[in-house]
C-alpha cells in the first residue's frame, strides 16, 4: 500500500518534473537498476551512474535556484556585520571594511555566476565548499586583526549558520555537506580552545556548535533520503507509463495491421474512410479510391501452391505501399486477394493515373503465372472512383463505385484499370 500511495502521489504531480530521458532499450535495464536500489536501501544516498545522472539532472536546477536566492539574502546579511564592524571596532573599521570587500566580491561573483554557467553546475557542491571556506578564512583574519578580544568573537559564532545554510537551505549532495560540517566545526573547535580559557565557556560554546552541526547533518541526510526515494518511485511510475504506451501503440498497430501483406487490415480501412470522409464534407475536398484485384489468384494459388501465393500478395502489397507515401494516404488488404488505396485530397483523374502506375509496377514485376488467361505473369485489375462528398451521405457510395470500376476491368479482359463515375 506504501508503493502504491507513493505512485499515485507521483502520478498527481507528474507534471512538476521533467520527463526522464530514457531511451527505450534501456528502459528495462533501468527499472532492475531501479529495483535493486529500493531493495539494498542504501545509506551511502549515491545511485548508480545511469540513476545518478538522471537524479542530478532533475535536482539541480531546484538547488541552483535556491543557492541564487539564499546567496543574495546571506550577502545581505553578511554586509550588515559591517555596522557591528563600525560599532565594535572604530579604529580597525577600515581594514576591516577592506577584508570584507575583498572576499565579497569572488564571494558575489560565484553566487551570481554559477546559475548562469551550465559549465560550472557540475561543481556546484565544490563550489559552495569554496564560499564556505573564504567565508571562515575571512572570520579568521578579521578576528587575528582584532587581537582575538571577545568582542569581535561574533565572526566566530556566525560560523554556526554555514552548517545550516549548506545542509538546509541550499542542500547540497550530502556527502559534500558532511566532509564541510566536520572541516568548519574543527575550525571553530580549534578557535574555540585557543580563545576560551575556562572549560565551562569552552564546553558550552563547542556543544552549541555540534548540536546545530549536528542537526543540520541530520536534516540534510533525512530530506536528501526522503527526495531520492521519492525520485526513485517516480521514474519507476514514468517507465511504466512508458512500458504501458509502447505496448498500448504495438497493440494497436498489430490490431489494425494483416500479417501478411504488412498492410493495414480491413478494419483499419473502415475506421479511416469513415473519419476522411467527414473531413471531406467539411473541408468540401475530393476524395477518391481504388480497388484491386489479383488477376486469376484462384489458379494460381491451386497450382503454385499457398506459400507462392503468400509470396505474392507480399511483392504486390510492397508494390501498393510505394505509391501512398501522402500522410493521409491508406493502403490495406480488404480481404483475399483484394486490396484498397484510400486517397483523400486526390481528384479522380489523378487516382486513374495513380492507379495505371501500380497497375504497371505491379506486371513489371514479372512474377510467372502460366495459367493466368490475362498473361503470362502475374497481372491485377483496378477500379477507380472518387467524388466530392456531400451532407447526409455515405461512404459506402464511394466503397461500391470503386467495385463496380473493379467489375468493369474484370469483364473487359483484367489486367486493366476501369473509372465508375458518380
Request: charged share 20%.
Amino acid at each position: 500500500m506504501k508503493q502504491i500511495a507513493k505512485l499515485l502521489f507521483l502520478n498527481k504531480f507528474a507534471s512538476k518534473y521533467p520527463a526522464a530521458e530514457i531511451s527505450l532499450n534501456d528502459l528495462n535495464s533501468t527499472e532492475t537498476e531501479i529495483y535493486r536500489q529500493i531493495k539494498s536501501g542504501s545509506v551511502f544516498l549515491k545511485f548508480s551512474k545511469k540513476l545518478e545522472n538522471i537524479y542530478q539532472s532533475e535536482d539541480l536546477p531546484e538547488r541552483l535556484n535556491r543557492y541564487f536566492i539564499t546567496g543574495i539574502i546571506s550577502t545581505i546579511i553578511y554586509n550588515l556585520l559591517m555596522i557591528t564592524d563600525y560599532i565594535t571596532f572604530p579604529s580597525l573599521y577600515q581594514k576591516i571594511f577592506l577584508v570584507r570587500l575583498v572576499f565579497l566580491i569572488p564571494v558575489m561573483t560565484a553566487i551570481l555566476l554559477i546559475p548562469f554557467a551550465k559549465s560550472l553546475h557540475k561543481y556546484f557542491d565544490i563550489i559552495a565548499g569554496v564560499i564556505a571556506g573564504i567565508l571562515v578564512l575571512q572570520a579568521i583574519l578579521i578576528l587575528n586583526m582584532s587581537y582575538f578580544s571577545y568582542t569581535s568573537f561574533y565572526n566566530i559564532a556566525w560560523l554556526s549558520l554555514i552548517p545550516v545554510i549548506l545542509n538546509v537551505v541550499i542542500r547540497i549532495n550530502f556527502s559534500y555537506g558532511l566532509v564541510y560540517s566536520i572541516i568548519v566545526f574543527t575550525v571553530y573547535l580549534m578557535l574555540s580552545y585557543y580563545k576560551f580559557s575556562t572549560i565551562d565557556i569552552l564546553f558550552n560554546f563547542v556543544l552549541y556548535y555540534f548540536i546545530i552541526t549536528v542537526i543540520s547533518v541530520v536534516a540534510n541526510f533525512s530530506v536528501t533520503r526522503k527526495k531520492r526515494d521519492q525520485f526513485l518511485y517516480k521514474l519507476l511510475f514514468q517507465i511504466k507509463s512508458v512500458s504501458l504506451e509502447k505496448a498500448n501503440k504495438e497493440l494497436t498497430r498489430l490490431s489494425n495491421t494483416d500479417d501478411l501483406s504488412g498492410l493495414k487490415n480491413r478494419r483499419c480501412f473502415d475506421n479511416n474512410i469513415e473519419h476522411e470522409w467527414k473531413n471531406a464534407i467539411r473541408e468540401k475536398k475530393p476524395i477518391s479510391l481504388i480497388f484491386i484485384d489479383i488477376d486469376y489468384f484462384k489458379k494460381y494459388n491451386d497450382h503454385y501452391g499457398h506459400q507462392a501465393g503468400d509470396s505474392c500478395i507480399r511483392l504486390i502489397a510492397d508494390v501498393i505501399r510505394q505509391y501512398s507515401r501522402r500522410p493521409l494516404d491508406l493502403c490495406a488488404r480488404y480481404g483475399g486477394e483484394e486490396f484498397v488505396i484510400l486517397l483523400p485530397n486526390l481528384k479522380t483523374d489523378d487516382a486513374l493515373k495513380h492507379a495505371e502506375r501500380i497497375r504497371e509496377s505491379v506486371a513489371g514485376l514479372k512474377i510467372r503465372h502460366e495459367y493466368s488467361e490475362a498473361s503470362h505473369y502475374v497481372t491485377i485489375s483496378l477500379g477507380v472512383a472518387g467524388l466530392v462528398p456531400v451532407k447526409h451521405s455515405s461512404p459506402d457510395l464511394l466503397i461500391a463505385a470503386a467495385d463496380k470500376g473493379l467489375y468493369k476491368a474484370k469483364a473487359n479482359g483484367r489486367n486493366r484499370v476501369e473509372i465508375q463515375n458518380i
